[in-house]
């Protein structure tokens, strides 16, 4: 990434340096002169503030920052966890003449239950150690949902926090599964994580040919050290558990990282399912009650996983009941005053969209998104930058559509057949009854 940044500073006049800024979702790099700015990772939420006078004038230095979502911390005292992201400011040991100020989200809850304490390590040198913030050096504290950390130096930060009994850290837990082949049997994993690792963790299950089986769903795991118990409810008819109903993600595995000899993974658990009878099953279906041992709090996951045919296409199979809370989710992302739910339910877009952003490799290329720009004609070096820099993609896709095609009747008819072109067959299949332009409910 500093090598595509450092080529792009390149081919930018000397005087327009300072306002260049590149950034992506766990990298961000700039220039940056006696005026000083912020650099920002949006999709993390982290910011770094160079206040003006920090940087003497007549210099221009090159600043950038990273998550690192391949390091851990091992904890030195009982109860502490890691709360933070790992952040690396760079080049290491670039000192300013005043501190700056980076702040990142945190996980914890309950926070007059915690103690925290800002972390700093030496970036350049990859067997240092994690130590606490000196006092003379700078100053970390935690300010609502995200640290704040003060130094004048770059280098690692992070934040960890002591818990008591009532302190509350907040993870996400997901149901992954490979497509269903339309075998007997059929295996998918519950994993639990941090959420600043949720992008690690989705893009290594993507790449053991595990992809999402649902939404990624917040849980809450209080330092009871009390397990979180895993229930199988719901399963489709002609299916059941080949073994257990009930699986166990450990209150250890959920609270502390170990990298005795190398970190352990992020708690997880593996169910299979048997199918019982000789029908032939377009998919498999289950639903997941998700609960700590003493927590009120209870969570259900989903997992679904739809039969593949030649092509590595889906069976076409209409879109499951979304609950009002997934689609309370969907509006506070998409919002709701958009012109095409008069031309297609809502619920029928938010599940394109919550499928289609979902970046797939099929045989002969893309199932998702990109797909569909391509076969409403988007140039590829333009498909590449939506990827990089845009959010929504199939929201916009939409919006480009509805203001192309003013009924719900072309509305309907272009986007089923540019979903066909595309070979996006299922997601075709979705919109085909809407195709008379009726937009029913």
């Not at 979502?69 to 670039?94: F, M, S, W």
């Not at 059941?240 to 595995?253: A, F, P, R």
Request: overall charge negative.
């Amino acid at each position: 990434m500093l090598g595509i940044f450092r080529l792009k500073v390149s081919m930018i006049k000397l005087k327009d340096v300072s306002e260049f800024i590149f950034s992506t979702t766990i990298f961000a790099a700039g220039i940056f002169d006696h005026k000083g700015g912020n650099l920002t990772i949006k999709d993390a939420d982290v910011n770094l503030f160079i206040p003006e006078g920090a940087i003497p004038k007549g210099t221009r230095k090159e600043v950038y920052m990273y998550l690192d979502q391949d390091e851990y911390l091992k904890q030195e005292q009982p109860n502490e966890t890691r709360v933070a992201p790992i952040v690396h400011c760079g080049p290491p040991g670039t000192t300013f003449e005043v501190p700056f100020v980076l702040t990142f989200p945190h996980c914890a809850e309950n926070k007059d239950h915690w103690t925290f304490s800002g972390k700093i390590k030496d970036s350049s040198n990859a067997d240092s150690d994690w130590e606490p913030i000196d006092q003379t050096e700078g100053i970390s504290f935690v300010y609502e949902d995200h640290c704040i950390i003060m130094v004048k130096h770059f280098t690692g930060f992070t934040m960890t926090g002591v818990a008591e009994t009532e302190g509350t850290k907040r993870m996400n837990i997901c149901s992954f599964g490979k497509d269903y082949n339309g075998g007997n049997t059929y295996t998918f994993k519950v994993r639990a994580f941090n959420p600043y690792d949720k992008e690690a963790v989705i893009k290594y299950q993507s790449e053991n040919k595990e992809e999402r089986r649902d939404d990624v769903h917040i849980i809450r795991i209080q330092n009871t050290g009390e397990d979180v118990k895993v229930n199988l409810k719901e399963i489709k008819e002609g299916w059941l558990s080949e073994y257990e109903l009930e699986m166990t993600l450990k209150y250890e595995e959920l609270w502390y990282e170990k990298n005795d000899d190398g970190c352990d993974p992020p708690a997880g658990c593996r169910f299979r399912l048997k199918n019982t009878d000789s029908n032939n099953h377009d998919s498999v279906h289950c639903r997941m009650k998700v609960k700590q041992n003493g927590n009120t709090e209870e969570n259900y996951l989903e997992m679904e996983a739809q039969r593949i045919i030649a092509g590595n296409q889906m069976v076409p199979l209409p879109p499951p009941a979304h609950s009002d809370f997934n689609l309370q989710i969907s509006r506070q992302i998409a919002g709701t005053q958009h012109e095409f739910y008069k031309k297609l339910p809502e619920k029928v877009c938010h599940h394109l969209m919550t499928n289609l952003d979902v970046e797939r490799e099929g045989t002969n290329g893309p199932l998702d998104w990109r797909a569909l720009a391509d076969a409403m004609g988007i140039k590829a070096d333009t498909i590449e930058w939506m990827r990089i820099y845009a959010k929504n993609h199939t929201l916009k896709l939409l919006n480009l559509l509805d203001k192309q095609y003013k009924t719900p009747y072309e509305f309907c008819n272009m986007l089923y057949e540019k979903l066909r072109e595309a070979e996006l067959l299922r997601e075709a299949e979705w919109v085909s009854p809407y195709t008379s332009g009726v937009a029913r409910s």
